[in-house]
């Protein structure tokens, strides 16, 4: 578990859902992926876990009813616990507007879901390891430096 990285995942689309878990899954060393079908979904998880519990980063939808991930954003960067956590938006969006509101927010990034099957599969795969695996954020670092010097 350890090194592979968490993700919680949150869209409500089946389809979407489906093929981020196989892109995950194709990029080699999976992460750990926590599913949410809505923005409230999303919140009431963030809630249960504790500091060392959190993903290393929120993968997104946009677009969703109810709770949208505007909504979702908002609500993470009013939480102090969770201020910090990175937030990628992934939209089949290419507006400017919803661009613009994403980063007002607090977005760490703006991905758009390609259309096409590769590339959809490339872009998660590209996002997750980077998110997973090569971005340092504080939370981690104290974790991360204990696990460097244990084990060299």
Not at 121 to 136: H, K, P, V, Y
């Amino acid at each position: 578990m350890q090194g592979r990285g968490r993700i919680l995942l949150v869209d409500d689309n089946p389809n979407d859902l489906e093929l981020a878990l196989i892109a995950f899954e194709k990029a080699g060393r999976s992460p750990e992926v926590t599913v949410a079908r809505s923005g409230q979904e999303a919140m009431r998880l963030l809630g249960q876990v504790t500091s060392e519990q959190l993903p290393d980063v929120v993968l997104l939808d946009l677009n969703m009813p109810h709770m949208d991930g505007l909504a979702v954003l908002e609500a993470i960067r009013e939480q102090p616990h969770l201020a910090g956590l990175p937030v990628v938006i992934l939209s089949t969006s290419r507006e400017e507007r919803d661009i613009r509101a994403c980063y007002a927010r607090g977005a760490s990034a703006y991905v758009v879901k390609p259309v096409e099957f590769e590339q959809f599969l490339s872009t998660l795969s590209a996002t997750s390891e980077f998110w997973t695996r090569l971005n340092e954020h504080p939370r981690r670092e104290g974790k991360r430096s204990i696990e460097r010097s244990g084990g060299q």
